[in-house]
Each structure stands twice: as structure tokens, then as C-alpha cells.
């Protein structure tokens, strides 16, 4: 596990924060669209603010290298006794193969992943074992469902068709309606883009007979051994 990777850094190794003005125009202009169209042009001010933030969510949400996620992943399994005698090729190979499963996925993403498992907030993960590949990918994935919804959301309102009410005093209504929902939404409060504060799990560690009796029949914390191997 001690093999030594690349420490190169990209901008997915970043978590987007969370833009509680942009949210809040945002959720305005949603609420004023009618049958998928906007009442009247975003203001040229909006539009930059909403396509700049579009392209630092596409940014951070872009796939890791694969140096970046051979790293994580030799982290995470570091963590776990059963590692500790794994040879080097066999370290190598298990790596390679958990960033097949992680391809596509930010490294911010994966590192909020392991980081739950660590603290005990996956109900369905034993810290004391090694996640499969795939179930890594989707704790990661989890973590994108709300960056990916925003992007979705800034998409359809900068795409939107502009279909302003002929009478003008309908088109002053709507303009007075979108500044009172503007004013109107809490300035502090936390954004629908953010991720809920989560209750974490009771960890309940597994009794010490239960662990030396699974490090005798496997290998890899989840691979069986083979029976020559089990004998020894």
C-alpha cells in the first residue's frame, strides 16, 4: 500500500460551495416560469451570474484522475487491519480495480465517501471491512445529487423561452411579483442546494471472535482465502 502516486491536484478535488444568493435568484426565477418559460428576459447580470456559476459546477463536478483516485483509494484501504499483509501486487491490482469502479467521479466526491464510512455514517458499511468498488461509487455518488440538481436547474432557466404577458399591466404585475419573491426569501437560511445535516448511526464494533474468525477465512477483508491459504 505504500506504493507511491502521483499528488497532482484538479479542481474536482474541491467541494462547491454553496451560493446562497445565486440559490435564491435561482428558486425566484423557477417560481415565476410558466408552462417552462420565463415571463420576461433575465436581466444580463442574472444570466452571467447563473452561467458562471453553471461552469463551477461543471468544474467541480469533473472526474478525478486516475493518479488522484489510485490515491484515495490506497488510503481508504490502509485504514483496515486486514490490508496490513497484502502484498504489493496484490495492493496494485485492487487499486487499479477500485478506480475502474470510481472512473467518472469527482475526488471530492470519493473523499466525502470514505470520509462518511470513517466516521460510521453508512448504517449499511462496517467500518471494520473494506466497501465493495461499486458501493464506494454510490456513497460518492450521493454526494453529487444536489451539485448535479442545481446544474439542472441553472440549465433550464438559462434555456428557457421568453414568453412576456401582451398587456402591460399583467408584465408589471409578474415584474412585482418576481421582486416581492425575491425580498421575501430568507437571506440565511440554508439553501436547497445544501446537503442536510445527517444523524449518524450508532457503531456497533464487531466482538473480537467474530473478527479473528473472518481474518482466518479471508483475505482481502471480503475475498475468500483460498483452502491452502485458510490452512495455514
Known amino acids: 500500500m505504500s506504493k507511491q502516486l502521483s499528488t497532482q491536484t484538479t479542481r474536482s478535488s474541491i467541494a462547491p460551495a454553496v451560493d446562497l444568493p445565486i440559490a435564491r435568484e435561482l428558486a425566484a426565477r423557477l417560481s415565476g416560469m410558466v408552462g417552462g418559460a420565463l415571463l420576461g428576459d433575465l436581466p444580463a447580470v442574472v444570466?452571467?451570474?447563473?452561467?458562471?456559476?453553471?461552469?463551477?459546477?461543471?468544474?467541480?463536478?469533473?472526474?478525478?484522475g486516475r493518479s488522484e483516485l489510485e490515491e484515495a483509494v490506497s488510503g481508504l484501504m490502509t485504514r483496515y487491519p486486514s490490508m496490513r499483509g497484502v502484498s504489493q501486487i496484490e495492493a496494485m491490482v485492487m487499486v487499479r480495480a477500485y478506480a475502474d469502479d470510481l472512473d467518472g467521479v469527482p475526488l471530492w466526491a470519493v473523499k466525502s465517501a470514505i470520509a462518511d464510512i470513517a466516521r460510521g455514517a453508512v448504517s449499511d458499511v462496517n467500518p471494520d471491512f473494506a466497501p465493495s468498488g461499486p458501493r464506494l461509487r454510490q456513497l460518492a455518488q450521493e454526494h453529487l445529487e444536489r451539485p448535479t440538481r442545481e446544474m439542472l436547474d441553472l440549465r433550464k432557466v438559462l434555456s428557457a423561452p421568453v414568453e412576456p404577458p401582451t398587456d402591460p399591466e399583467m408584465k408589471?404585475?409578474?415584474?412585482?411579483?418576481?421582486?416581492?419573491?425575491?425580498?421575501?426569501?430568507?437571506?440565511?437560511e440554508s439553501s436547497i442546494y445544501a446537503k442536510p445535516a445527517e444523524k449518524l448511526p450508532e457503531?456497533?464494533?464487531?466482538?473480537?471472535?467474530?473478527?479473528?474468525d473472518h481474518y482466518r477465512t479471508h483475505n482481502l477483508g471480503f475475498e475468500p482465502k483460498l483452502k491452502d491459504e485458510a490452512a495455514e
Open 172 to 188: 408589471d404585475r409578474v415584474k412585482a411579483k418576481m421582486d416581492d419573491l425575491l425580498k421575501r426569501m430568507p437571506r440565511r
Open 203 to 212: 457503531r456497533q464494533a464487531m466482538p473480537i471472535d467474530q473478527l479473528l
Open 47 to 64: 444570466r452571467a451570474k447563473f452561467g458562471n456559476r453553471l461552469a463551477i459546477l461543471r468544474q467541480a463536478c469533473a472526474s478525478a
